[in-house]
């Protein structure tokens, strides 16, 4: 069996939960290896639309164990909240996950230091979700966090959370804090509600990187799953406009407790176009109005906030520039449908820096700010994508654009989807996936 991760190869957002589910069905086990409940994978079918934060995508498929690694950074609540809304949707979920005894957990003192960092940054701020996901990690990396591990030991958590709320308050004591702000920093509170999470997480709690180890040694397929994106990593992404976690391949290793020969293939998600929530640079990004066009066509809305998308063209070069760090094997090209009505296919292949043009994503941040993107147009298609399931059914011209891609990243497509339900996907002919998943439909 197959041990694949699937990493975002853009500013998330890219449709990553839609193959991991296919992959899922041919797999043992699925494993969330980073980021917090700030992630939002979708999955829609027959009529439903599932929603995950926290739990691995593979749930949906029965006979799946899932895991959540120590790279996660896990809000308890969050997770009760996403467990029950599965149960009322059908999916039995509590009796196959489990939790890295190490991952580290985001309290409400994490929110009100986050609200409040944002607020401190005003036109600088990174434009966050608010939700903890940053001062979590940064808790996490000044080794003052909170695991879960600790909500097992009455004593160390008390004394955690007592120094780390008189820490806050100092941080925050020029703020006007709400009701809710205080309650944030209420260490008996704080202890009470820590002390009921950790009764009803003490059953998924469990040695990840052995269990993994356990089941890879037996021959068993394991799937990674990634949140965000390639270039919202803190390492290799647009800095400081990024998440707070290794997104990249290389990630699942560290957060997982796993060796890089475990793995056997790396597979990117690409939108057809691009896409980024929040501040930050975007060579690529259309002015309002086409903005706004792309984004009614691809319904482009974040899953966890609500918040709109900025939009534009496919960025090769940064899909380029993801392909190189996270070592893909292959692409999954995503909302290929979406392109459906439009006269033209634009891609960007490069970028005007003053009188020179590079075809590299920049390592300057200044140069991400300055470049103005060069594009190659492509023939629109000839008959529309939307609900093709055959490589054959697809128009001369997607063919032609999905050379187009593979010349310029340097990896060949090996999924494409082509609308919104479950099953709208194409797995062209001698694909990388084939091989992995010989049973792949």
Known sequence: MANVIVVGAQW???????????????????????????????????GRRFIFHLVPTGILRPEVRCFIGSGVVLDPEALFTELAGLEAMGVSSRDRIRVSYRAHLILPYHRLLERASERRRGAARIGTTGRGIGPAYEDKV????????????????????????ARVRRLVEAEDLTAEGE??????????SMREHGEKLAPMLADVSLELDALARAGRGLLFEGAQGTMLDVDHGT????????????????????????????IGVS???????????????????????????????????????????????????????????????????ILDSLPEIPVCVGYR?????????????????????????????????????????LAPEVHGFVRR??????????LICTGSDRDDIVVPRGSILRDLYPNLD
């Not at 309650?183 to 009470?192: G, I, R, S, T």
């Open 12 to 46: 998330g957002d890219e449709g990553k939960a839609k193959v991991v589910d296919l992959l899922a069905s041919h797999a043992d086990a699925c494993v969330r290896y980073q980021g917090g409940h700030n992630a939002g994978h979708t999955v829609e079918w027959q």
């Open 183 to 192: 309650a944030a920093l209420d260490v008996e509170v704080l202890v009470a």
């Open 353 to 393: 820096l003053g009188d020179r043009v590079i075809d590299e994503f920049p390592p300057a941040a200044r140069d991400w700010y300055a470049a103005r993107p060069v594009y190659e147009v492509l023939p629109a298609w000839s008959r529309p994508v939307a609900g093709a399931r055959t490589a054959e059914s």
């Open 271 to 337: 939108k057809a176009y691009t896409t980024r929530v929040g501040e930050g640079p975007f060579p690529s990004e259309l002015e309002a109005e086409p903005a706004a066009h792309l984004r009614r066509l691809g319904g482009e809305y974040g899953a966890t906030t609500g918040r709109p998308r900025r939009c534009g063209w496919l960025d090769l070069c940064a899909l380029r520039y993801a392909a190189r760090v996270n070592g893909l094997d292959a692409l999954a090209l995503t909302k290929l449908d």
């Open 142 to 165: 000044g080794r003052r966090g909170i695991v879960a591990a600790d909500l097992l030991d009455g004593d160390a958590l008390r004394r955690k959370i007592t120094a780390n709320v």
């Open 239 to 266: 800095y400081p406009h990024v998440t707070s976690s290794s997104c990249v391949a290389a990630g699942a290793l560290t957060s997982l407790g796993i060796g890089p020969r475990r793995v056997d293939a790396v």
């Open 405 to 414: 891609v593979e010349e310029l990243v340097g990896a060949p497509v090996a």
